[in-house]
T-cell receptor, first 113, second 113 residues
Framework: GENVEQHPSTLSVQEGDSAVIKCTYS??????FPWYKQELGKRPQLIID?????GEKKDQRIAVTLNKTAKHFSLHITETQPEDSAVYFC????????????FGKGTSLLVTP | DTAVSQTPKYLVTQMGNDKSIKCEQN?????MYWYKQDSKKFLKIMFS???????INETVPNRFSPKSPDKAHLNLHINSLELGDSAVYFC????????????FGSGTRLTVV
């Protein structure tokens, strides 16, 4: 089955700096790659997603890049703020898989003022 | 106007008991899921239903039985609860093709004592 690796497991940055989280996947048939943010005690919330026919997508301070050849994708957060502190999960999925998301193990991001 | 609602939010029970968690979505999505988040925050799919039909059944013990009376509801019944079942269980829904990604419920924290 699909295996998604996520790094780093923890990341600490100062407010205003950029944060980058990287994921790799094993199944070349995967074609949908969402990123979720989970604050303590809350539900995962979709922050951005990308499909395999696109190499990059941006939404304000958040961007995702996808390299299909290398089978990796990354989340970039610029101008970080303390409210960006949370656990971030990447995931991969493919058609004909019942739309199941295979998640990475998460990155705990701490943004210090 | 909760999109995906789960009940109960907390569930504390003794080993060997049987319990149920209910989930309802009002988004008109055709696919619903149960995910388990363990103590290390790892999110793993358990079941997926599309229009009331089971399409994913991961390696989950037989003690777990999902039921979907209609496409807006997906309940999870657990028999003979064990200590290792303690986790947060998230219900989620999506529309075929991920047109808007997944929406997660707020989670049910199950503690087996």
């Amino acid at each position: 089955g699909e295996n998604v690796e996520q790094h780093p497991s923890t990341l600490s940055v100062q407010e205003g700096d950029s944060a980058v989280i990287k994921c790799t996947y094993s199944d070349s048939a995967s074609n949908y790659f969402p990123w979720y943010k989970q604050e303590l005690g809350k539900r995962p919330q979709l922050i951005i997603d990308i499909r395999s026919n696109v190499g990059e997508k941006k939404d304000q301070r958040i961007a995702v890049t996808l390299n299909k050849t290398a089978k990796h994708f990354s989340l970039h957060i610029t101008e970080t703020q303390p409210e960006d502190s949370a656990v971030y999960f990447c995931a991969a999925s493919k058609a004909n898989s019942g739309y199941a998301l295979n998640f990475g193990k998460g990155t705990s991001l701490l943004v210090t003022p | 106007d909760t999109a995906v609602s789960q009940t109960p939010k907390y569930l504390v029970t003794q080993m060997g008991n049987d319990k149920s968690i209910k989930c309802e979505q009002n988004l008109g999505h055709d696919t619903m899921y149960w995910y388990k988040q363990d103590s290390k925050k790892f999110l793993k799919i358990m079941f997926s239903y599309n229009n009331k039909e089971l399409i994913i059944n991961e390696t989950v013990p037989n003690r777990f039985s999902p039921k979907s009376p209609d496409k807006a509801h997906l309940n999870l019944h657990i028999n003979s609860l064990e200590l290792g079942d303690s986790a947060v269980y998230f219900c989620a829904s999506s529309q075929e093709g991920y047109t808007q990604g997944y929406t997660f419920g707020s989670g049910t924290r199950l503690t087996v004592v």
